[in-house]
């Protein structure tokens, strides 16, 4: 569709116009005796001749009139009713671990049984992994609205994959070093409502310490996993609510298919103390073969306090059946060697995180974090079925990050793992540094 505009007098009306009255000024000398009403015709004349012009150049179709269906729209493309959002960044990481090398790929992406599993090898060698496979790409959309409420959409993935994936499958480092995609989250909100797939309403990213290494400490609460969840307004903050995919396993192995979803609510309050959070988890842990079914959960405490400038503390600290929500699996859901003997014990542990992050200047700043796991639980017959590693594990990290602009982000940092072993008093220790850059779009 056209539509017709009336800017001001464009440069090639005015030339044409004065080119007129030229003429007309040089014309026959007897124009010269005119009367004041052959002047005025000649006035209206030109005034006509001007405004036909001036509406042969605005009629042009521009293309941003022209198609009503693509228009920038602040931070995305517009496209009839909705607009569509990019973003992402590209994470290059190089990686220096010690203690030979855990599994495949193991030093670009370490979880901490496979950091475990490298420091129990005897060996005191280190190895060098490069890798892009953090990289992320998202889209996002906002439809106004809809019902009478702004619908929002979001598509998240990377190419982090599992190792247990098969090296014919995930690519390799001979020649390629291809991976497929990997979704990450994918969910819509609409009227206070979640649907979809994103991280757990259990834990909270505001209190995750800014480390290199995709939140890899010993105590991590993460878990990324479809689910329903309703936001409401609370006093002070918001509740959250959500009923999540269930499930109870270790390290690729699941006991079984469970009956009831997971339960997962959280209390956040803001103000200017801070960000606080108070977390809980009901979860059931079943065996069909043993027929038999059990219920615990947990509880998670988390805060992030500004303290001197832009400094800020994050704390967090969970108990409870925590299983595969805590340190990225680093411990099972249930006690192995008693469901090996037809009994299903949910396995208690606890975590415990305390960060700093300091500004050196705008551009610089670094983060101290140090974070710690242990099972509380006595297990059935260490270390047989449970575990092949540890029962504890402490992570220190130290970092300095350059950040020049928002989009760029160059930094250098220092890990150190310690892992108890089961039923002695020995440990294992496990040292990486990482350099990084990432550069987001």
């Keep these: 569709m056209t539509t017709t505009i009336r800017p001001k007098t464009s440069p090639l009306a005015r030339a044409l116009t004065l080119a007129s009255l030229t003429m007309v000024v040089l014309g026959p000398v007897n124009a010269q005796a005119q009367n004041p009403s052959e002047l005025d015709q000649l006035r209206q004349r030109v005034e006509m001749l001007e405004s ?92 106004d609205d809809v019902a009478g409420h702004t619908l929002t959409t979001y598509i998240e993935m990377d190419f982090n994959q599992d190792l247990n994936d098969g090296f014919s499958e995930t690519g390799n480092e001979i020649v390629s070093n291809s991976y497929a995609p990997r979704l990450r989250q994918a969910y819509g909100s609409w009227n206070n409502w979640d649907f979809g797939q994103t991280y757990t309403t259990f834990t909270d990213l505001a209190a995750m310490p800014e480390i290199l290494d995709q939140g890899k400490h010993a105590a991590f609460i993460y878990a990324s996993q479809p689910q329903i969840r309703y936001n409401l307004a609370a006093p002070g903050g918001k509740l959250m609510v959500s009923l999540e995919n269930p499930e109870d396993g270790y390290y690729g192995n699941s006991y079984d298919d469970q009956t009831y979803p997971d339960l997962a609510v959280r209390y956040q309050l803001r103000s200017k103390l801070g960000l606080y959070s108070i977390a809980g988890l009901v979860r059931h842990f079943e065996d069909d073969a043993a027929d038999q079914t059990e219920t615990d959960g947990a509880v998670s405490l988390s805060a992030r306090i500004p303290t001197v400038g832009r400094d800020d503390l994050r704390l967090q600290y969970s108990y409870g059946a925590l299983g595969r929500y805590m340190g990225l699996l680093s411990y099972p859901d249930v006690d192995l060697a008693a469901l090996a003997g037809g009994q299903v014990e949910p396995l208690r542990t606890f975590g415990a995180t305390a960060a700093y992050r300091h500004f050196w200047a705008p551009a610089w700043r670094s983060t101290l974090s140090v974070s710690h796991t242990e099972i509380v639980d006595d297990l059935s017959s260490p270390p047989g079925g449970t575990l092949s590693y540890f029962d504890t594990s402490s992570s220190v990290h130290a970092n300095l990050l350059w950040s020049a602009h928002p989009n760029l982000t160059l930094g250098l940092e220092y890990a150190y793992w310690d892992f108890g072993e089961i039923a002695t008093a020995g440990s294992e220790q496990y040292e990486e540094v990482i350099a990084s850059a990432k550069l987001s779009f």
Excluded: M
């Design 52 to 143: 036909k012009l001036e509406n042969a150049v605005s009629t042009a179709p521009e293309l941003q009139e022209d198609n009503t269906y693509l228009l920038r729209d602040g931070d995305g493309i517009k496209i009839g009713d909705t607009t569509i959002s990019f973003g992402g960044f590209v994470k290059a990481d190089a990686i220096f671990g010690s203690n030979g090398n855990g599994s495949l790929n193991g030093y670009s992406v370490g979880l901490p049984r496979t950091f475990a599993k490298a420091a129990k090898s005897g060996k005191s060698d280190w190895k060098t992994g490069f890798s892009a496979r953090e990289s992320r790409i998202s889209i996002g959309t906002r439809t």
